[in-house]
């Protein structure tokens, strides 16, 4: 079975850090683009982070630019997002996806993890 394993959530407060991991399992996704999205209470899903498939380009939202950092390990078959200087708005869960079209669209990724809560406390 296709699965994509989110790990490394928690409760951190304002100005910490945390690493979210996502894992392949089933399959590996070393060719797809792999992309970071969260979704807060009451609020829609949204962007936060992709890299394409070789990890020489990375994007990011405008909310996480300069805090947050994609990565990934091909060889480990796992993407990782480093989030620093997290803020109570970061507070959400945080979705791990796989895809192979636009960078942003979440309509472009065709395999998702269950996702990881992530609680920032001010």
């Known amino acids: 079975q296709v699965q994509l394993v989110e790990s490394g959530g928690g409760l951190v407060q304002a100005g910490g850090s945390l690493r979210l991991a996502c894992a392949d399992s089933?399959?590996?996704?070393?060719?797809?683009?792999r992309g970071w999205f969260r979704q807060a209470p009451r609020k829609e899903r949204e962007f936060v982070a992709a890299?394409?498939?070789?990890?020489?380009?990375?994007y990011y939202g405008d909310s996480v630019k300069g805090r947050f950092t994609i990565s990934r390990d091909n060889a480990k078959n796992t993407v990782y997002l480093q989030m620093n200087s997290l803020k109570p708005e970061d507070t959400a869960v945080y979705y791990c996806a796989a895809g192979s079209g636009s960078i942003y669209s979440q309509t472009d990724y065709h395999y998702w993890g269950q996702g990881t809560q992530v609680t920032v406390s001010s």
């Open positions: 890299i394409n498939w070789s990890g020489g380009s990375t």
């Open positions: 089933g399959r590996t996704f070393s060719m797809y683009t």
